[in-house]
């Protein structure tokens, strides 16, 4: 997805302005956004010319020329909605917006189709026991059970790579053999994977802290049991897009009070709620650090991420949460994988 800072025009602006913009840059279009940086519309070199031919200068305003209903797609859309799409509105690019409709870059379709390869690290953490899907997990580890017809960990690596992403390390313990001796040094899925053993256990940010060489810029972390459909792309560009020096991404999770809840005020029934539906966001294992905060992750002992988070809320530092609304699931229990496995030839 590309940066859309040079493209960017307001909507009082002129004609000559926004040929400017459109002949500098090298995807030939302007986006015009509000103050917000909410996305208005679009403007191409087709529009210009026909605006041109319906007596407007140089000089004259864009407002009458702009596209006010652009194809648009959401950061949380799948690299396969998007495809798909761009072919049925015959598009070679798409204005990505966030949640709040603000436009946080654009899509190149080429480049869903042929994606760049991309310098950002993937750490994904797979040392776990996986206790509670025993007794599968006796003689296996976790991430390596089968989902569809291969290892849910090659479905995490083949996704990562999809958007480009092949610089891939895995943070072991449990079983390490049999992971190391499925992947290798990755060649085979087309990625390349490097791996970190930890001695114990270290939690879900801990082994962060044995990394060989720090990463230069923004990386990947993500559990090795986790099957979602999440867009890669879209998730580093918010991260940049705001700065951050760590993004969640979070999931909606609703729990239902099985009987009639009971409100109180003052010793008094004020009110009776019949089996109330709560809402909470919760983490769903997917992060993206800058560099910066692995100085807050302490030296070759167990530490988890929400304790990392809450060092960081201390510090002040930008820390931002990514709502996933693509398909998503967390293999941790029995029912989750059988789940996977009835709804994997679906999804993927």
Not at 101 to 114: A, F, H, P, R, S
Not at 301 to 329: G, Q
Request: charged share 25%.
């Amino acid at each position: 997805m590309n940066n859309i800072n040079n493209i960017k025009i307001n909507q009082f602006s002129t004609i000559k302005e926004a040929l400017v913009i459109i002949d500098a840059g090298s995807m030939q279009i302007a986006l015009v956004t509000d103050k917000l940086g909410k996305l208005i519309g679009t403007i191409t070199d087709g529009d210009i010319r026909r605006g041109l031919l319906n007596g407007l200068d140089l000089n004259s305003s864009i407002e009458n020329i702009i596209n006010r209903h652009p194809t648009v797609a959401k950061s949380s859309d799948t690299k396969e909605t998007i495809i798909r799409l761009a072919i049925d509105r015959k598009l070679k690019q798409i204005p990505i917006l966030d949640n709040n409709d603000i436009v946080i870059g654009i899509q190149e379709i080429d480049e869903l189709i042929q994606p760049k390869t991309k310098p950002n690290k993937v750490i994904l953490m797979v040392g776990g026991l996986g206790t509670r899907l025993r007794p599968l997990t006796d003689d296996m580890p976790k991430p390596m059970l089968n989902v569809g017809n291969k290892p849910i960990l090659q479905t995490i690596v083949e996704k990562f790579a999809e958007y480009g992403y092949t610089n891939i390390i895995m943070c072991v313990n449990y079983k390490s053999n049999l992971i190391m001796d499925y992947f290798g040094n990755g060649e085979k899925f087309g990625v390349n994977i490097e791996y970190v053993l930890e001695g114990s256990r270290m939690g879900t940010a801990g082994a962060l802290s044995l990394l060989k060489d720090k990463p230069n810029e923004e990386f990947f972390v993500m559990n090795g049991d986790l099957l979602t459909n999440v867009n890669f792309e879209h998730l580093h560009e918010y991260h940049k897009s705001n700065k951050s020096a760590a993004t969640m991404c979070i999931r909606e999770y609703s729990m239902q009070v099985p009987y009639g809840v009971v409100n109180l005020k003052d010793d008094k029934i004020c009110s009776i709620t019949e089996k109330p539906v709560h809402k909470f966001f919760v983490s769903a294992g997917i992060y993206m650090l800058s560099p910066k905060v692995l100085d807050f992750i302490p030296k070759d002992e167990f530490y988890d991420m929400p304790s990392l988070f809450n060092v960081l809320l201390l510090k002040n530092l930008a820390i931002h949460p990514f709502p996933i609304r693509e398909y998503w699931l967390d293999i941790g229990r029995m029912e989750e994988y059988k789940k996977a496995n009835e709804e994997y030839d679906e999804i993927f």
